[in-house]
Protein backbone atom coordinates (compact mmCIF):
# COMPACT_ATOMS: atom_id res chain seq x y z
CA UNK A 1 0.00 0.00 0.00
CA UNK A 2 1.28 3.40 -0.36
CA UNK A 3 1.28 5.18 2.59
CA UNK A 4 -1.07 8.33 3.85
CA UNK A 5 2.68 10.60 2.85
CA UNK A 6 2.69 9.23 -0.97
CA UNK A 7 -0.51 9.85 -2.51
CA UNK A 8 -1.86 8.23 -6.07
CA UNK A 9 -0.87 11.40 -7.57
CA UNK A 10 2.41 11.35 -6.10
CA UNK A 11 2.91 8.12 -7.25
CA UNK A 12 1.57 8.61 -10.67
CA UNK A 13 4.16 11.81 -10.75
CA UNK A 14 7.39 9.55 -9.44
CA UNK A 15 6.23 7.15 -12.45
CA UNK A 16 6.12 9.28 -14.97
CA UNK A 17 8.95 11.39 -13.95
CA UNK A 18 11.18 8.41 -14.01
CA UNK A 19 10.04 7.26 -17.64
CA UNK A 20 10.94 10.39 -18.63
CA UNK A 21 13.60 11.14 -16.95
CA UNK A 22 15.86 8.06 -17.36
CA UNK A 23 15.50 8.58 -21.09
CA UNK A 24 16.94 12.11 -21.54
CA UNK A 25 19.28 11.85 -18.59
CA UNK A 26 20.49 8.64 -19.71
CA UNK A 27 19.54 7.05 -22.72
CA UNK A 28 20.10 9.34 -25.07
CA UNK A 29 23.23 9.99 -23.89
CA UNK A 30 24.00 6.34 -24.09
CA UNK A 31 22.66 5.97 -27.56
CA UNK A 32 25.61 8.07 -28.49
CA UNK A 33 28.38 7.06 -27.50
CA UNK A 34 27.58 3.17 -27.89
CA UNK A 35 26.67 4.29 -31.37
CA UNK A 36 29.94 6.33 -31.53
CA UNK A 37 31.73 2.26 -30.89
CA UNK A 38 29.76 0.34 -32.88
CA UNK A 39 30.92 2.90 -36.14
CA UNK A 40 34.00 2.24 -35.12
CA UNK A 41 34.00 -1.38 -35.21
CA UNK A 42 32.30 -1.07 -38.39
CA UNK A 43 34.91 1.28 -39.87
CA UNK A 44 37.46 -1.47 -38.74
CA UNK A 45 35.80 -4.37 -39.62
CA UNK A 46 36.26 -6.07 -36.01
CA UNK A 47 39.90 -5.25 -35.94
CA UNK A 48 39.36 -3.52 -32.32
CA UNK A 49 38.30 -6.65 -30.07
CA UNK A 50 41.01 -8.81 -32.67
CA UNK A 51 43.28 -6.45 -31.17
CA UNK A 52 41.86 -6.57 -27.06
CA UNK A 53 42.06 -10.58 -27.80
CA UNK A 54 45.66 -10.81 -29.02
CA UNK A 55 46.51 -8.16 -26.27
CA UNK A 56 45.65 -9.51 -23.18
CA UNK A 57 48.82 -7.54 -21.06
CA UNK A 58 46.62 -4.15 -22.32
CA UNK A 59 43.45 -5.18 -21.45
CA UNK A 60 42.93 -3.83 -18.40
CA UNK A 61 44.14 -0.36 -19.56
CA UNK A 62 41.78 -0.80 -22.40
CA UNK A 63 38.95 -1.29 -20.36
CA UNK A 64 39.73 1.48 -17.88
CA UNK A 65 39.91 4.11 -21.18
CA UNK A 66 36.35 2.93 -22.58
CA UNK A 67 34.82 3.69 -19.08
CA UNK A 68 36.72 6.90 -18.52
CA UNK A 69 34.35 8.10 -21.69
CA UNK A 70 31.80 10.36 -20.18
CA UNK A 71 28.40 8.31 -20.02
CA UNK A 72 28.26 4.65 -20.09
CA UNK A 73 28.37 3.97 -23.47
CA UNK A 74 31.68 2.55 -23.68
CA UNK A 75 31.70 0.12 -20.36
CA UNK A 76 28.31 -0.89 -22.07
CA UNK A 77 30.49 -2.05 -25.13
CA UNK A 78 33.01 -3.95 -22.47
CA UNK A 79 30.55 -6.12 -20.81
CA UNK A 80 29.11 -8.63 -23.35
CA UNK A 81 33.46 -8.84 -24.12
CA UNK A 82 33.82 -10.39 -21.11
CA UNK A 83 30.73 -12.56 -21.57
CA UNK A 84 31.86 -13.94 -24.66
CA UNK A 85 35.47 -14.67 -23.57
CA UNK A 86 37.53 -11.57 -25.01
CA UNK A 87 38.92 -9.65 -22.05
CA UNK A 88 39.45 -10.67 -18.57
CA UNK A 89 37.59 -9.85 -15.47
CA UNK A 90 40.23 -7.76 -14.50
CA UNK A 91 39.30 -5.69 -17.10
CA UNK A 92 35.35 -5.82 -16.34
CA UNK A 93 36.50 -4.66 -12.89
CA UNK A 94 38.73 -2.20 -14.28
CA UNK A 95 36.44 -0.49 -16.51
CA UNK A 96 33.55 -0.22 -13.88
CA UNK A 97 35.75 1.25 -11.60
CA UNK A 98 36.76 3.84 -14.15
CA UNK A 99 33.15 4.35 -15.55
CA UNK A 100 32.63 7.67 -15.18
CA UNK A 101 28.67 6.98 -15.50
CA UNK A 102 25.89 10.14 -16.89
CA UNK A 103 26.58 11.92 -13.65
CA UNK A 104 29.62 12.99 -15.16
CA UNK A 105 27.70 15.00 -17.35
CA UNK A 106 26.14 16.86 -14.17
CA UNK A 107 30.24 17.27 -12.64
CA UNK A 108 31.96 18.26 -15.92
CA UNK A 109 29.31 20.96 -16.33
CA UNK A 110 28.71 22.00 -12.80
CA UNK A 111 32.31 21.25 -11.43
CA UNK A 112 34.80 20.54 -14.33
CA UNK A 113 37.94 20.62 -12.37
CA UNK A 114 36.74 18.15 -9.65
CA UNK A 115 35.64 16.13 -12.74
CA UNK A 116 38.88 16.17 -13.34
CA UNK A 117 40.70 15.26 -10.37
CA UNK A 118 38.11 12.77 -9.17
CA UNK A 119 37.87 10.69 -12.64
CA UNK A 120 41.57 10.55 -13.09
CA UNK A 121 41.66 8.84 -9.73
CA UNK A 122 38.98 6.13 -10.50
CA UNK A 123 41.25 5.25 -13.52
CA UNK A 124 44.36 5.06 -12.17
CA UNK A 125 42.47 3.35 -9.28
CA UNK A 126 40.10 0.63 -11.49
CA UNK A 127 43.58 -0.10 -13.97
CA UNK A 128 45.85 -0.81 -11.05
CA UNK A 129 43.08 -3.12 -9.26
CA UNK A 130 41.63 -4.91 -12.48
CA UNK A 131 45.61 -5.79 -13.32
CA UNK A 132 45.65 -7.08 -9.52
CA UNK A 133 42.73 -9.02 -9.92
CA UNK A 134 44.04 -11.00 -13.18
CA UNK A 135 47.57 -11.17 -11.37
CA UNK A 136 46.06 -13.12 -8.12
CA UNK A 137 43.42 -14.81 -10.19
CA UNK A 138 40.40 -13.18 -7.88
CA UNK A 139 37.81 -13.63 -10.68
CA UNK A 140 34.40 -15.00 -10.44
CA UNK A 141 36.16 -18.76 -10.35
CA UNK A 142 38.14 -18.24 -7.09
CA UNK A 143 34.64 -16.72 -5.54
CA UNK A 144 33.19 -19.58 -6.30
CA UNK A 145 35.71 -22.00 -4.66
CA UNK A 146 35.79 -20.03 -1.27
CA UNK A 147 32.08 -20.30 -1.35
CA UNK A 148 31.93 -24.10 -2.30
CA UNK A 149 34.03 -24.25 0.80
CA UNK A 150 31.54 -22.81 3.56
CA UNK A 151 28.13 -23.89 1.25
CA UNK A 152 26.54 -24.73 -1.87
CA UNK A 153 27.86 -23.24 -4.88
CA UNK A 154 26.53 -20.03 -5.66
CA UNK A 155 24.32 -19.66 -8.93
CA UNK A 156 23.32 -16.96 -11.55
CA UNK A 157 20.05 -18.94 -12.99
CA UNK A 158 21.59 -21.44 -14.63
CA UNK A 159 24.72 -20.42 -16.29
CA UNK A 160 28.15 -22.19 -15.45
CA UNK A 161 30.43 -19.49 -14.96
CA UNK A 162 34.08 -19.40 -14.51
CA UNK A 163 36.55 -16.44 -14.75
CA UNK A 164 38.27 -15.54 -17.85
CA UNK A 165 41.23 -15.15 -15.66
CA UNK A 166 40.89 -18.63 -14.51
CA UNK A 167 40.22 -19.58 -18.12
CA UNK A 168 37.14 -19.74 -19.85
CA UNK A 169 34.71 -17.56 -21.02
CA UNK A 170 32.28 -16.05 -18.40
CA UNK A 171 28.91 -17.94 -19.38
CA UNK A 172 29.71 -21.22 -21.18
CA UNK A 173 28.81 -21.44 -25.08
CA UNK A 174 28.57 -17.93 -25.55
CA UNK A 175 29.25 -16.41 -29.11
CA UNK A 176 29.96 -13.52 -30.93
CA UNK A 177 27.48 -12.56 -32.57
CA UNK A 178 28.04 -12.56 -36.10
CA UNK A 179 26.28 -9.98 -37.44
CA UNK A 180 23.31 -12.27 -39.07
CA UNK A 181 19.52 -12.18 -38.31
CA UNK A 182 17.76 -14.88 -36.75
CA UNK A 183 15.93 -16.61 -39.59
CA UNK A 184 13.27 -17.97 -36.63
CA UNK A 185 12.00 -14.30 -36.60
CA UNK A 186 9.69 -12.58 -38.95
CA UNK A 187 12.15 -10.24 -40.63
CA UNK A 188 9.73 -9.59 -43.54
CA UNK A 189 6.17 -8.11 -43.79
CA UNK A 190 4.21 -5.20 -42.64
CA UNK A 191 5.29 -5.61 -38.66
CA UNK A 192 9.04 -5.94 -39.85
CA UNK A 193 8.31 -2.29 -41.95
CA UNK A 194 6.44 -1.21 -38.90
CA UNK A 195 9.39 -1.85 -36.57
CA UNK A 196 12.15 0.00 -39.04
CA UNK A 197 9.81 3.06 -39.12
CA UNK A 198 10.25 3.01 -35.56
CA UNK A 199 13.90 2.34 -35.13
CA UNK A 200 13.96 5.67 -37.60
CA UNK A 201 11.17 7.70 -35.48
CA UNK A 202 13.53 6.86 -32.67
CA UNK A 203 16.79 7.77 -33.62
CA UNK A 204 14.65 11.27 -34.15
CA UNK A 205 13.50 10.95 -30.55
CA UNK A 206 17.08 10.06 -29.37
CA UNK A 207 18.07 13.69 -31.01
CA UNK A 208 15.56 15.35 -29.77
CA UNK A 209 16.26 13.96 -25.91
CA UNK A 210 20.16 14.71 -26.36
CA UNK A 211 19.08 18.07 -27.36
CA UNK A 212 17.10 18.54 -24.38
CA UNK A 213 19.45 16.41 -22.01
CA UNK A 214 22.73 18.52 -23.22
CA UNK A 215 20.06 21.83 -22.25
CA UNK A 216 19.50 21.04 -19.29
CA UNK A 217 23.23 20.66 -17.95
CA UNK A 218 24.07 23.99 -19.37
CA UNK A 219 20.97 25.08 -17.41
CA UNK A 220 22.60 23.67 -14.07
CA UNK A 221 20.43 20.69 -13.99
CA UNK A 222 17.01 22.09 -12.88
CA UNK A 223 13.79 20.98 -11.65
CA UNK A 224 11.80 20.29 -15.15
CA UNK A 225 7.81 20.65 -14.65
CA UNK A 226 5.73 18.73 -16.81
CA UNK A 227 4.96 20.76 -20.25
CA UNK A 228 4.09 19.40 -24.09
CA UNK A 229 4.40 23.28 -25.66
CA UNK A 230 6.84 24.01 -27.96
CA UNK A 231 9.87 24.99 -25.17
CA UNK A 232 12.66 23.44 -23.14
CA UNK A 233 10.16 21.71 -20.63
CA UNK A 234 8.04 21.02 -23.42
CA UNK A 235 11.01 18.72 -25.29
CA UNK A 236 12.38 17.61 -22.23
CA UNK A 237 9.03 16.05 -21.50
CA UNK A 238 7.84 15.15 -24.92
CA UNK A 239 11.39 13.35 -25.75
CA UNK A 240 11.61 11.67 -22.59
CA UNK A 241 7.82 10.08 -22.40
CA UNK A 242 7.85 9.02 -26.62
CA UNK A 243 11.22 7.61 -26.31
CA UNK A 244 10.50 5.16 -23.48
CA UNK A 245 7.64 4.08 -24.67
CA UNK A 246 9.47 3.77 -28.50
CA UNK A 247 12.61 1.68 -26.81
CA UNK A 248 9.79 -0.36 -24.95
CA UNK A 249 8.38 -1.62 -27.96
CA UNK A 250 11.93 -2.22 -29.46
CA UNK A 251 13.22 -4.18 -26.80
CA UNK A 252 9.40 -6.40 -25.88
CA UNK A 253 8.41 -6.56 -29.53
CA UNK A 254 10.06 -4.93 -32.06
CA UNK A 255 13.19 -7.04 -32.03
CA UNK A 256 10.93 -9.95 -33.29
CA UNK A 257 10.14 -8.29 -36.56
CA UNK A 258 14.17 -7.05 -37.37
CA UNK A 259 16.49 -9.80 -35.56
CA UNK A 260 17.94 -7.80 -33.26
CA UNK A 261 18.03 -7.08 -29.12
CA UNK A 262 19.71 -9.77 -27.83
CA UNK A 263 20.95 -8.63 -24.24
CA UNK A 264 24.39 -8.28 -23.93
CA UNK A 265 25.74 -9.14 -27.35
CA UNK A 266 28.45 -7.35 -29.22
CA UNK A 267 28.77 -7.71 -32.96
CA UNK A 268 31.71 -9.07 -35.41
CA UNK A 269 31.04 -7.45 -38.29
CA UNK A 270 27.78 -4.93 -39.28
CA UNK A 271 26.83 -5.08 -42.97
CA UNK A 272 26.07 -0.96 -43.45
CA UNK A 273 26.27 2.39 -41.34
CA UNK A 274 22.36 1.41 -41.12
CA UNK A 275 22.88 -2.08 -39.50
CA UNK A 276 25.27 -0.11 -36.85
CA UNK A 277 22.37 2.52 -36.29
CA UNK A 278 19.73 -0.34 -35.88
CA UNK A 279 22.09 -2.30 -33.29
CA UNK A 280 22.80 0.50 -30.91
CA UNK A 281 19.17 1.54 -31.08
CA UNK A 282 18.51 -2.04 -29.48
CA UNK A 283 21.15 -2.38 -27.31
CA UNK A 284 20.42 1.45 -25.53
CA UNK A 285 17.06 0.01 -25.90
CA UNK A 286 17.44 -3.22 -23.46
CA UNK A 287 19.28 -1.03 -21.49
CA UNK A 288 16.35 1.67 -21.14
CA UNK A 289 14.01 -0.88 -19.71
CA UNK A 290 16.94 -1.42 -16.81
CA UNK A 291 17.38 2.13 -16.60
CA UNK A 292 13.58 2.85 -15.93
CA UNK A 293 13.28 -0.17 -13.61
CA UNK A 294 16.39 1.34 -11.47
CA UNK A 295 14.94 5.01 -11.31
CA UNK A 296 11.42 3.60 -10.47
CA UNK A 297 13.04 1.49 -7.37
CA UNK A 298 14.52 4.35 -6.58
CA UNK A 299 12.36 6.53 -6.49
CA UNK A 300 10.05 4.98 -4.73
CA UNK A 301 12.44 3.53 -2.57
CA UNK A 302 13.12 7.52 -1.53
CA UNK A 303 9.73 8.18 -1.25
CA UNK A 304 8.12 5.59 0.92
CA UNK A 305 11.23 4.94 3.07
CA UNK A 306 12.06 8.58 3.27
CA UNK A 307 15.43 8.44 2.58
CA UNK A 308 17.52 12.19 2.55
CA UNK A 309 20.29 11.26 -0.28
CA UNK A 310 22.07 14.86 1.17
CA UNK A 311 22.30 13.80 4.94
CA UNK A 312 23.53 10.61 4.27
CA UNK A 313 26.19 12.43 1.92
CA UNK A 314 26.73 14.88 4.80
CA UNK A 315 28.06 12.21 7.27
CA UNK A 316 30.89 13.83 9.14
CA UNK A 317 34.59 12.79 8.62
CA UNK A 318 35.59 9.19 7.07
CA UNK A 319 32.24 8.49 6.93
CA UNK A 320 31.60 10.29 4.03
CA UNK A 321 33.79 9.24 1.23
CA UNK A 322 32.56 5.62 2.78
CA UNK A 323 28.49 6.45 2.20
CA UNK A 324 29.93 7.31 -1.16
CA UNK A 325 31.31 4.40 -2.12
CA UNK A 326 28.42 2.49 -0.67
CA UNK A 327 25.71 4.43 -2.52
CA UNK A 328 27.77 3.39 -6.04
CA UNK A 329 26.53 -0.24 -5.43
CA UNK A 330 23.01 0.95 -6.32
CA UNK A 331 23.14 -0.06 -9.96
CA UNK A 332 22.04 2.69 -12.77
CA UNK A 333 22.54 6.30 -12.58
CA UNK A 334 19.91 7.91 -10.95
CA UNK A 335 20.99 7.99 -7.46
CA UNK A 336 24.79 9.16 -8.73
CA UNK A 337 23.28 12.29 -10.79
CA UNK A 338 21.56 13.41 -7.64
CA UNK A 339 24.92 12.82 -5.52
CA UNK A 340 26.94 14.93 -8.58
CA UNK A 341 24.24 17.63 -8.21
CA UNK A 342 24.75 17.32 -4.46
CA UNK A 343 28.23 18.05 -4.92
CA UNK A 344 27.71 20.73 -7.35
CA UNK A 345 25.97 22.61 -4.09
CA UNK A 346 28.54 22.15 -1.41
CA UNK A 347 26.33 19.58 0.27
CA UNK A 348 29.77 16.68 0.28
CA UNK A 349 32.96 16.77 -0.09
CA UNK A 350 35.44 15.88 -2.20
CA UNK A 351 36.53 12.59 -0.53
CA UNK A 352 32.59 11.39 -1.27
CA UNK A 353 32.50 12.57 -5.11
CA UNK A 354 35.79 10.87 -5.03
CA UNK A 355 34.79 7.47 -3.51
CA UNK A 356 31.43 7.52 -5.54
CA UNK A 357 33.39 8.02 -8.72
CA UNK A 358 34.77 4.93 -8.18
CA UNK A 359 32.14 2.61 -6.75
CA UNK A 360 29.67 3.54 -9.52
CA UNK A 361 29.04 1.05 -12.61
CA UNK A 362 26.64 3.29 -14.09
CA UNK A 363 24.08 1.21 -16.48
CA UNK A 364 26.95 -0.56 -17.57
CA UNK A 365 26.22 -3.17 -15.28
CA UNK A 366 22.77 -3.81 -16.44
CA UNK A 367 23.94 -5.72 -19.87
CA UNK A 368 25.92 -7.91 -17.07
CA UNK A 369 23.36 -8.41 -15.03
CA UNK A 370 20.97 -9.70 -18.05
CA UNK A 371 23.57 -12.45 -18.73
CA UNK A 372 25.87 -13.56 -15.82
CA UNK A 373 23.96 -12.25 -12.83
CA UNK A 374 26.94 -13.76 -10.99
CA UNK A 375 29.56 -12.20 -11.89
CA UNK A 376 27.49 -8.43 -12.09
CA UNK A 377 27.38 -8.80 -8.34
CA UNK A 378 31.06 -9.74 -7.49
CA UNK A 379 32.09 -7.17 -9.96
CA UNK A 380 30.07 -4.09 -8.45
CA UNK A 381 31.65 -5.45 -4.69
CA UNK A 382 34.87 -5.46 -6.07
CA UNK A 383 34.55 -1.60 -7.53
CA UNK A 384 33.51 -0.86 -3.96
CA UNK A 385 37.07 -1.50 -2.07
CA UNK A 386 39.47 0.69 -4.36
CA UNK A 387 36.53 3.38 -3.96
CA UNK A 388 36.80 2.89 0.02
CA UNK A 389 40.34 3.09 -0.41
CA UNK A 390 40.69 5.85 -1.78
CA UNK A 391 38.15 8.21 -0.68
CA UNK A 392 39.12 7.89 2.92
CA UNK A 393 42.99 8.64 1.24
CA UNK A 394 41.81 11.79 0.00
CA UNK A 395 40.21 12.39 3.06
CA UNK A 396 43.20 12.19 5.45
CA UNK A 397 45.71 13.56 3.15
CA UNK A 398 43.96 16.05 0.75
CA UNK A 399 40.77 17.13 3.46
CA UNK A 400 40.56 20.48 2.06
CA UNK A 401 40.11 19.89 -1.99
CA UNK A 402 37.28 21.40 -2.52
CA UNK A 403 36.55 22.08 -6.48
CA UNK A 404 33.22 23.62 -7.93
CA UNK A 405 31.27 24.73 -4.83
CA UNK A 406 29.00 26.83 -5.19
CA UNK A 407 27.99 26.53 -9.36
CA UNK A 408 24.67 26.32 -8.59
CA UNK A 409 22.21 28.04 -6.35
Not at 21 to 27: H, I, K, M, T
Not at 193 to 217: D, E, I, Q
Not at 354 to 376: E, R, T
Request: glycine share 14%; charged share 10%; hydrophobic share 50%.
Amino acid sequence: MIPLDLTAQGAVDIFLGSVRDGFVQVSAFVAVTVLIFGYLQYRTGGRVVRFLENNEHLQPLAGGLLGLTPGCGGAIVAMPLYIRGTISFGTVVATLAATAGDSAFVILALAPEAAVYAYVMAFVSGVLFGYAIDFWGLGVGRVDRAVERISRPMTDGGFATTSVAAGGPSVAGFEMDDGGHDHERNTSGFMAKFTHGVHVVWWAVALAGLTAGVLYLARGAPEVPFEYGPTFFGLFTVAGLVGTTLSFYLHFFGRRFIGEGDAGRIRETYTDAYDTFQHAAMETSMVTVWVIGAYLVYEYGVALLSIDIAALAAAAGVLAPLAGAALGLIPGCAPQIVFAGLYAEGAIPFSALVGNAISQDGDALFPLMAIDMKAAIIATIYTTIPAAIVGVAVHYFWPYAQFGFGVIG
